[in-house]
T-cell receptor, first 113, second 113 residues
């Protein structure tokens, strides 16, 4: 079946440095790739997304890149701040699977002061 | 708008008991979904609905029932709770018209003894 692999499972970076989280997907029909941030005790919240007709998208300190040929996409956070500490999930949606979104297993990002 | 609301926030059940997790949204979203979140496994889709009166199974539907009698409400029923159903449950909704952004509720933490 379809799956999404996410790495690393934990990531610790110095405040001000960059963080990169990588995901690969198996369903070649996937064409929408959101990233969610989950803070402790809360539900996931969308932070950025990208569609298959775009290779890169930026929103201030956050960027996502997509390589459809290799079936992988990455989240880049620059100039990390303490409030970036959270669990991040990548996901992939396939329009061949109606409303199904498949999530990665999550990355716990910690920002060291 | 209150967004996506879930009740209760916490629940403890004994094996074999039944209960209903409530989910409501006030954004007139067509699509609604239920996920469970277990450590190291991301979010897994239980059931979803593309509109009132229409439901379908996700990745892990066994032991759960859903119904969608109104656009606003999408309750999840556990028929006979088992320890394997101990998890955090999230409800999500997606806007009308094929938009992809999912809005998550705050979650229900369920423990089955």
């Amino acid at each position: 079946g379809e799956n999404v692999e996410q790495h690393p499972s934990t990531l610790s970076v110095q405040e001000g440095d960059s963080a990169v989280i990588k995901c690969t997907y198996s369903d070649s029909a996937s064409n929408y790739f959101p990233w969610y941030k989950q803070e402790l005790g809360k539900g996931p919240q969308l932070i950025i997304d990208i569609r298959s007709n775009v290779g890169e998208k930026k929103d201030q300190r956050i960027a996502v890149t997509l390589n459809k040929t290799a079936k992988h996409f990455s989240l880049h956070i620059t100039e990390t701040q303490p409030e970036d500490s959270a669990v991040y999930f990548c996901a992939a949606r396939s329009y061949s699977s109606a409303s199904k979104i498949i999530f990665g297993s999550g990355t716990r990002l910690s920002i060291r002061p | 708008n209150a967004g996506v609301t879930q009740t209760p926030k916490f629940q403890v059940l004994k094996t074999g008991q039944s209960m209903t997790l409530q989910c409501a949204q006030d954004m007139n979203h067509e699509y609604m979904s239920w996920y469970r979140q277990d450590p190291g496994m991301g979010l897994r889709l239980i059931h979803y609905s593309v509109g009132a009166g229409i439901t379908d199974q996700g990745e892990v539907p066994n032991g759960y029932n859903v119904s969608r009698s109104t656009t606003e409400d999408f309750p999840l029923r556990l028929l006979s709770a088992a320890p394997s159903q101990t998890s955090v449950y999230f409800c999500a909704s997606t806007p009308t018209g094929g938009a992809d952004t999912q809005y998550f509720g705050p979650g229900t933490r369920l423990t089955v003894l």
